[in-house]
């Protein structure tokens, strides 16, 4: 069973910093793909970021140039972290860590239990 552990939300002030990580542990599927959505009250989730099994990165326009994705495989635990730069008040959102993967013929969408961010102004 895949558990996913977020850590590092908090409060920030606009222009600050703070750096997400999410530990995936339990993973007999091939990744690929990882990646961190948010949902702020009264909207949609949405993606911020998101980091291919061959590095490949996607950011949302909202957060390009202020935010960066990486990953590191260790063993028998995946973590993906989000440095957030830069943040703004708009950036105050839950969290959200998220895996995707398969191992044929199953296919597989993990979500974390969110971690909150609030950026004061």
């Known amino acids: 069973q895949v558990v996913l552990v977020e850590s590092g939300g908090g409060l920030a002030q606009a222009g600050g910093s703070l750096r997400l990580s999410c530990a995936a542990s339990?993973?007999?599927?091939?990744?690929?793909?990882m990646g961190w959505y948010r949902q702020a009250p009264g909207k949609q989730r949405e993606l911020v970021a998101t980091i291919t099994s061959g590095s490949s990165t996607n950011y949302a326009d909202s957060v390009k140039g202020r935010f960066t994705i990486s990953r590191d495989n260790a063993k028998n635990t995946v973590t993906v972290y989000l440095q957030m730069n830069s943040l703004k008040p708009e950036d105050t959102a839950v969290y959200y860590c998220?895996?995707?993967?398969?191992?044929?013929?199953?296919?597989?969408?993990?979500w974390g239990h969110g971690t909150q961010v609030t950026v004061s102004s």
């Open positions: 998220n895996v995707r993967g398969s191992k044929w013929p199953e296919s597989y969408d993990s």
């Open positions: 339990g993973i007999s599927f091939n990744i690929n793909a």
